[in-house]
């Protein structure tokens, strides 16, 4: 593979000039490298290790989360690696749940304004000025 710039690295990861130099920042990707004149160059490892964030995101990690992993060795940390994606499998279960109990709560909301005839208060518009009610509704 030739040698990138940041821009074609960006949009060979798609994502943004600003993303890279944010992820540099953050230390998840070096900004040390080949330099030809005043720009840096990137490599293939560059490029994949933009990929394994990106991949390590749309799984739901921190970029804190992402930096760990990146710090792990892929055959002698294999414990550690499971151990994060176990932290991370319970967040989104618990994510879930919340979904399924807000799913619920407008259901019934729905359901009650479907069967509330006028002159009678809209159930949905009611419950949303009622801050009781509505943490009721959405437990």
């Known amino acids: 593979m030739k040698p990138l710039t940041i821009g074609t690295l960006a949009k060979s990861a798609g994502v943004g000039v600003e993303t890279i130099r944010y992820y540099q920042r953050r230390g998840l990707l070096s900004d040390k490298g080949p330099r030809r004149g005043a720009y840096r160059i990137y490599e293939s490892g560059d490029l994949a290790r933009l990929r394994f964030i990106r991949r390590a995101q749309a799984l739901g990690f921190s970029l804190d ?16 690696a499971r ?55 959405a437990r």
């Open 65 to 80: 989360e992402i930096g760990d992993l990146l710090s792990l060795d892929e055959t002698d940390d294999r414990a550690e």
């Open 83 to 137: 151990a994060l994606a176990q932290a991370r499998l319970g967040e989104v279960e618990k994510r879930l749940r919340q979904l399924q109990e807000i799913r619920d709560a407008l259901k019934g909301l729905i359901a009650c304004c479907e069967h509330t005839e006028s002159p009678a208060p809209c159930p949905i518009l009611h419950t949303l000025a009622e801050n009781d009610e509505l943490d009721t509704h």
